[in-house]
């Protein structure tokens, strides 16, 4: 299951970003999980809570805190290279501006379902590619722990046996 945000301040772009994951995950057999945010501010508190998502569609011009500067966040203050990061624009005059955030790739709206596709089996690829991870979800916050970082499971859960008649 591939663990996906986008933020766009337009909430059109969003759900058009949102069906066209889907289809495309339908098409490939694939199960996604979609978080939706307006704002960089509210993405990066999201993150804040350790949730980890293995791709984030991040639109540069945003109000408040622009998209480079989430990226930057992702990459430099909470260390943060494996998120795959796909900006969307309707200008194409950042690209110079992007190599600091090392994103997966730039898609100029609006946005295409061959294009989303592509970045979507990419994405697939890279978080397939020789890195088993542990996942599970608490709550809204989802979490992936790469299989070699884990030493033991511990259960913790106290059962009550009282009447099951």
Request: aromatic share 10%; hydrophobic share 40%; proline share 2%.
């Amino acid at each position: 299951m591939l663990h996906i945000a986008i933020c766009d301040d337009e909430e059109t772009i969003c759900l058009q970003v949102e069906n066209i994951l889907k289809k495309v995950s339908q098409a490939l057999l694939e199960q996604v999980k979609i978080e939706v945010f307006f704002t960089g501010e509210e993405l990066c508190h999201f993150l804040s809570e350790e949730v980890y998502f293995d791709m984030i569609f991040l639109d540069i011009e945003l109000k408040m805190m622009s998209g480079i500067e989430v990226g930057k966040k992702i990459r430099e203050e909470m260390n943060n290279e494996s998120t795959q990061i796909v900006y969307i624009s309707g200008k194409d005059s950042y690209a110079m501006e992007l190599f600091e955030v090392r994103p997966l790739n730039f898609l100029i709206k609006p946005l295409t379902y061959e294009g989303v596709e592509k970045v979507f089996k990419l994405t697939l690829k890279l978080t397939q590619e020789g890195k088993q991870v542990f996942q599970y979800e608490v709550g809204r916050v989802f979490h992936k722990i790469p299989v070699k970082d884990i030493l033991y499971f511990e259960g913790s859960v106290k059962y009550s046996m009282k009447n099951q008649n």
